[in-house]
């Protein structure tokens, strides 16, 4: 059978800050889901990651399609005047838009969906990260679809020795959608040298190159850019099909137990490692750290299975300790060097105003 998953996501409020959606958000979004998804969706999962919920819903009609869309529209809209009746923060942050048309992409949710034959087994993984941005993505599945020192099934495993195709966005290109298409192994030097850069270029969507079959699909939307200003980070969820002519479960969680440094953090604006965390995980410290939640699905004819969660488990636990101390090495300088965004990523916030007052203070010392 031919289904596709379509993977949503928003922040609509949260409690205490960016910390985590109220129960009453979370329930009202699932119980739109269910009621205005009869006929429509087979089946759905809601959940949190942070301050951001996510809907995962599978049907038959094929990605961009308006009616899903509208759907998960629909249900951030009704959850956000709950938000708004409990006076939770930011409520409706990522609604861009007050009435849909056609595609929730560029309104402001986040947006991964992938259409496919389910194969007689199907496991899948579902990826949703707060308090950072798409580039998050590159190091690690650029690792778990291009390295085999973290991914042996590359050497291991026939079925993956031709390698995969990458689809790259060009991020900063606001007019359309600038993309590039490499191949891995072949093209490797070329990836690493795009994804080395994680604002600008972000993988968008990978294939194997043995079936032409999708393996990964990643939201891609920068939010400044359809705001023009900052509303907040590009939280960022993915879909990745497992086992078979894809890498294993473990290969593709592997490269999490780095904890690399993103951009995101505290207003967005700083640098700092990504953490694993278990499902439904508020953020905390300095508005992060920047966290990523993953759960493991098998689907049947558009049925889900329960979640596993992946990332609860101890060696997780030893990881999170070593995130931790890389956060409070970073935070120790506070907001020099790397530790802050540069101000190519902080030009839609406040400080543009105090660089253009200070801009006009500077004068060229004369006789040297
Ligand atoms: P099983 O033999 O348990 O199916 O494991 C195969 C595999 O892919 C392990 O990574
Ligand atoms: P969110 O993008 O998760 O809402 O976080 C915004 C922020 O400014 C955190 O400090
Ligand atoms: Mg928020
Ligand atoms: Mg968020």
Redesign the pocket.
Known sequence: MKITLSFIKA?IG?IG??IQPSQALLDTVREVVEREGKGLIIDSYVGHT???IAILMTHTEGENCEKVHKLAFDAFMEGTEVAKKQGLY?AG??LLKDSFSGNVKGMGPAVAEMEFEERPNEPFLAFAA??TDPGAYNLPFYLAFADPMYCSGLILSPKMSKGFTFDIMDVEYTEGDRMIRLNAPEDLYDIAALLRDQERFVIEKIYSRETGDIAVSISTTR?RNIAGK??????PIALVRVQGNFPATGEVLAPFSIGHFVA??????HNGPLMPVKKNSP?SY???PPIVSCLGFCVKDGKLTEPADVFDHPYWDYVRDRVSQKAEEIRRQGFFGPAMLPYSELEYGGIVEKMKKLDEKFFIREGE
């Open positions: 922040d949260s800050g960016h942070g301050d951001d930011g942050q990522d707060d308090k939010l900052y509303t907040g980070k590009d939280d995101g953090f505290m207003r967005g604006s953020t300095f508005d992060g």
